[in-house]
């Protein structure tokens, strides 16, 4: 068995006995006809892990907090699909170019107050970022939640994410990214 396998096998069990705010029950998984469609409307493809997620363990309600969103249909909980937000987010970004979201960047999970985790889809470890818009800049609203989709994973199931352990001294990194990719996107 795979490393990520043994990690989708974890993430599976723990997404059968607990359920995030909000959800009364795991979503059965998308199947590949509904991944195909979600990335068709994104314009780019799913990182594997992330993908995996979709297909093999629910369409969201399983994750830290409020769980990861359903990829393309509303959920249960009242939260839009991954999808829809991604593109809400996208032509707001164009409508207000003060705030522009970044190309490949999906909004995966809801922390309530306007914050999102997010999926860096064009990074090789599949970047967790996250989107925290509520001090008022755009140039400080980004941070790097975990190098990699399988670190975010393994810290909401070993209970070591920052949302567990947040101290007075706790500092998120920057994303630093974040001007040279809304950049990219407005030169293209």
Known sequence: MTENEQLLARVTAKAHNTRPWGWTSLPEPV?????????????????????????????????PEYGLLPLLDSPPAGEPAAVVQYLANRESGRRD???????????????????????????PKATVLLFEPNPG??????????????????????????????DDDFQMAPWTDFRIRTTEARAS
């Open 97 to 123: 170019p003060d705030w522009p979201w970044p190309e490949g960047v999906l909004p995966i999970s809801h922390w309530g107050c306007a914050m999102y985790a997010c999926v860096d889809c064009r990074s």
């Open 137 to 166: 800049d755009p140039d400080r609203a980004w941070f790097v939640d975990t190098p990699g989709l399988a670190d975010w994973l393994r810290a909401w199931l070993e209970g070591t994410g920052w949302y567990d352990e947040m």
């Open 31 to 63: 199947d590949a006809a509904t991944l195909a469609r979600a990335e068709a409307a994104l314009g780019f493809v799913l990182p594997p892990l992330l993908a995996d997620l979709y297909l093999h363990v629910g369409d969201g309600g399983f994750g």
